[in-house]
RNA sequence: GCCGCGGUGGUGGAGUUGGUAGACACGAGGGACUUAAAAUCCCUUGGUAGAAAUACCGCGCGGGUUCAAAUCCCGCCCGCGGCACCA
């Protein structure tokens, strides 16, 4: 009889490729009479290494979903295509001297042969190139359509320069400070370049993300980078000038602590100020050396912070009219909100920071609320009195110790404490309170210590509520001079010296303990939630209250606003590169002039003029020298037939221009033209968009949250609002997939080589043991090490699926065996749930057992045998294809119906149930599922080892959980 | 620093609505077949003690809740990923 191996060795995996081509088995079309299901991966950049067997991960991941979701009845899209532009291409062509177009029509042959050898069920009559000019000519319509909305303009920016590769990167490519592909230093430069708007649609980006079903993760990265932040806008007035200070902040009901403000040395105001600054040269010096730091030394050094005061410049609070100091620092970001802000030092960390440093008052104006221990949580019915406290820690003159007390009726440990009297400042309250519970006279040194804290709590010694406004001083004795002290302050408490190290576990006061932590640790600014105090109109109120109330009261003086702000900034959408998408623009000098002005776009960059829709697609011109320039200007600056040409609204001398689109605009749409992808009058048709609609289920990998997916999601919401696609969001549900690493756990790389190629593996084991082994490696979200060992096993199993066929007899009497029936819908209901939830490795497990099971059996009819074939096809479609025909079934397995479990044969009859006695496992039990519970409780009881265990004791409790256990208490 | 994910045999990993920990696979050991090897088939395989029945210990560490904890709660340790002076 013929072996699996027989069949591998005679190409019989290359037959059924040939086969589904020639059937069209896996092409579609839009069918309304079927529902659709499009699942979508990432397409590939087709470098010149071809396929490594990271590739076929999410490749064959989202092929076994396809393929089941086809042998349920689904209308499958399946599509494949390649995202060629790109600098690895450009690179390599250069440095062999070869044209990227040739380099990539050869790398993209390539990849097709290695993609039809594992046997993928794509719709190979959808391939999709993003080089290829009947591709590209709707990435330049569309973003024409982001010009014309005024959604696309130039601008003279700042970009990050990557000095290695040449070229400007976007703020997303930049990882570290460095470049994200060659980790190369990155400066600034000067630039004009193309900018698309995303930030105008950063509200709609984070809102859309809680309307899909993305994995946990990719939703959050999103909004990390889009990074919203809720707040107000308001002005500072300054001194003695009209211009104000525009700031944002996220804490407007923190603005009576605002004692001194902060501006970006890049601040405009700066140039306007600069007469009256007095110390000019100091701030110049100060700006000069700040724009130097590259982005990567900026946040290294931020541990230290500087900067210097602007001197004769004062800006005014506009809540107490107090005139406060006016600083620059380069901790404060000119491209972030106005690049100005109002320094808080007491709630925030950084400004705290600073004005330790620089010696700037800091002014509470938020007070924590330190909970009361549950048993002094404040009375019902009782009055509460209002009094402030201090708590004083009376450091030994000699000792590291404490005078400590210890309230034995209330069963507290505290530290001195005592109330705070009208007219006292709170040291001599400290001071006072410290001499008549301890007798302690004189004192050596004396500090206020961390903040003011509040406490609702229950006196029980007064019978009263009290709302406790405390503080902490600081009190070091000078020497041990004690006078008597009168009973009457200690009768609620025994006063004793306390070692430092024994204070932690000594003290049992919250409040307390709150003090005693900033002791030990020193004190930081308090960011939390608390009560507003020292504030005015605001005094009481918690956060939120006092924020609303603040921005109610600036918007009514005009002096400020709510205010969102985004950590999300422009995307740089020019590259000064050969290989990508030209930009589809010319600039007309005459236009810029006197032109009518006809979009957004227009208004926006006068006198840049779109090329007419019937002259796209602008082709990249053929070109020998494609070489990047150092000036950073793009190759095809150089190409004089190109650049000069003539305006396509006026007809006058008009220039191109020559920067191309980024490697992210192709991949920004490519999902749409799957639809539709032959269509040369629109990207795609309505029916086609209307009816393939969302993507369905999309997997990618982790790396591509951010950028890729922020784009995409972008460009079809733009899409969606001027009418061009049904959906305001791209893809119904996000997966992603973990890496395989190498056998060594480590990365797989050229440079290492350890890279596994897959065209190996396929000879050696097959394309369906390669397929199945890689989904059966590990959990499909997580990174998983490449074994080869692993793969050998897989095949193994085949081999053993293949020998099945020896257990049928389709001569004799119908082979029937129960068991293995109710083994075999079993495994149909686990395999199709795993499969819905990415849970492959215990699919192929579960398989594994069942074919285990049918050995020990020895029987198998022929039914079964084909259903066991058919949850296997999709991990091993050629394999299943040949088994299938060879055992007489018509057609072709991957579009024979997924196999239906009955319920009835999930359901046991009989079931293993566990004794315990005192939680341990003392017996095991074959009763009748239905038994009832009195039965297994005595049945239980009577198990050999379990009276052993029982014996000489109570019986308290037996518990029967139905099914799993019975569990005696005794 | 903040946010997220993870830590289970020699290895990859199952099991997380609390209920037989270690499914499945690899590796290892033993056996059958063979002149021999490979392949194949069968058996054993968390640790310790024991001939066995069985007992004790075991899911990063320490506590807790529960008849019962890998799973829930509290406090830590380690690894990975994202963000990071974003006001």
Redesign the pocket.
Known sequence: MKTYNDFLQESGEKKWQEKWEAEKTFEVTEDASKEKFFGLIEFPYPSGAGLHVGHPRPMTAMDVISRKKRMEGKNVLYPIGFDAFGLPTENYAIKTGRQPKDVTKENIANFIRQLKMLGYSFDWSRVIDTTDPAYYQWTQDIFLKFFEHGLAYKKNTPINWCLSCKIGLANEEI?NGACERCGGTVEKRDKEQWMLAITKYADKLLEGLDTVDYI??AK??QS??I?K?T?AELDFAIKNFEEKIRV????PDTLFGASYMVL?PEHALLEMLKDNIENLDEVAAYQKQAGLKSDLE??E??KD?TGVELKGIKAINPVNGEEIPVWIA????AT??T?A?MAVPAH?E?DFEFAKKFDLPIRQVVAEMIPSAEKDIPKEGKETVRRQNVIVLVKHPEEDAYFCLDWTKQGWTSFVIGGKENGETWEDAAIREMKEETGYQNIKSINLLGFETHTNFFAAHKDVNRYGEQRAVYIELADDERAEVDPKEVKNHDGKWVKVEDLHDFINLDNHIYYYNIFKEGEKAFTGEGIAINSDFLNDLKKEEAIEKMIAWLEEKGIGEKKD?F?LRDWVFSRQRYWGEPIPLVYCPHCAENGERKSKGEERNPGWIPLDRKDLPLELPHVEKYEPTDNGDSPLADMREFVETTCPRCGGEAKRETDTMPNWAGSSWYWLRYMDPHNDTAFASKEALNYWGQVDWYNGG?EHT?LHLLYSRFWNQFLHDIGEVPHSEPYAKRTSHGLILAQDGEKMSKSKGNVVNPDDMVAKFGADALRTYIMF???FD?H??W?E??L??VK??F??VW?LQEFICSEQAYLFSEDVEREIHKTIKKVGDDIEVL?F??A??RM??MV?FV?KKKALAKEQFGKILSILSPFAPHMTEELWEKSGYEGSISIAPWPVYDEKYLVEDMV?L?V?V?????A?LEVAADISEEDVKALALAEE?VVKWVEGKDVR?V?Y?KG??V?V?V
């Open positions: 990882v946990e993760r959050i990265q990390n980078w990074g932040s707040g944002f902040t996220t804490r970006s900026r946040t050094l931020q912070k380069d901790y404060v970001l972030y909100g690049g802000i925030d950084r702000n950590r982790m951010v490696m590990g959990p997580q998983v090490a074994s060992e692993g050998k096993g193994k199993f081999d053993r020998n849970g490795n215990t192929i497990a594994m057992e285990n050995y293993t566990v315990q005192n939680g341990k496992v003392r095991k080892n409790k518990i959980v799993k256990l569990s208490v």
